[in-house]
């Protein structure tokens, strides 16, 4: 595709379960960024790969978030035991790597917990 | 870490006026500050963006300034449109750091 995928677009999950959110960038970009926004705030950085590696994982709030990127291509977002304040728009996005900073973003997932 | 600044919060410009909005932020090793422009339900989506070795960079309608030696850049956008109503977010990125740092938004109104 042209840009960066996310999917789902909403998830609706109960307290304690777990969830996983996908992002598939955009073609032969080598960077990936994984961001949380929550309402009316920019967004945060939670975690970056470079290829299939975990570059910088420093924004992830605590070790019930998890992400891997095995292919270095598609990258999914692990949450364990959610709480409701997990409940924000989780934004995937890619660039080119060493070619340039740019960084595009994919629609988002909505995720609420109730 | 860094920290970026963004005023106004809010701002609502007659169709056709400009708009400026401004953002500072507070580590001097910043290197790369784009702009982002998001709509209701979608993502950020790049609107302009200048590096730390350019004072200034136009596209168009819009435009992006630089000052390093107090630490803040701007957005300006002329002849405003209707469709240029949005949430506006600037960002910052550090020298030897890939992730962006965001203002907290301005929401831009536009009133035909």
């Known amino acids: 595709g042209a840009g960066v995928s996310q999917t789902p677009s909403n998830k609706v999950t109960e307290k304690g379960k777990y969830v996983e959110l996908r992002c598939d960038p955009i073609s032969g970009h080598t960077a990936l960024y994984w961001y949380r926004q929550s309402l009316g705030q920019g967004p945060e950085f939670l975690i970056y790969?470079?290829?299939?590696?975990?570059?910088?994982d420093s924004g992830l709030p605590n070790d019930r978030f998890f992400a891997v990127r095995p292919e270095g291509s598609v990258s999914t977002l692990k949450i364990q035991r959610t709480e409701r304040g997990d409940s924000a728009v989780y934004l995937c996005a890619s660039s080119p790597g060493t070619s340039g900073p740019r960084q595009f973003f994919g629609p988002g997932t909505r995720l609420t917990v109730l | 870490g860094e920290n970026v600044e963004q005023h106004p919060s809010t701002l609502s410009v007659q169709e056709g006026d400009s708009a400026v909005i401004k953002c500072t932020y507070s580590?001097?090793?910043?290197?790369?500050f784009p702009w982002y422009k998001q709509e209701l339900g979608k993502g950020p989506q790049l609107i302009i963006d200048i590096r730390s070795n350019v004072g200034e960079k136009k596209d168009q309608r819009i435009a992006v300034t630089l000052n390093k030696t107090a630490k803040h850049f701007s957005l300006h956008i002329t002849e405003t449109q209707p469709e240029d109503s949005a949430v506006y977010f600037c960002a910052v990125r550090m020298i030897g750091n890939e992730k962006l740092t965001f203002g907290t938004g301005t929401r831009l109104t536009i009133i035909p």
């Open positions: 580590d001097s090793a910043s290197n790369y």
């Open positions: 790969f470079q290829g299939t590696g975990a570059a910088d």
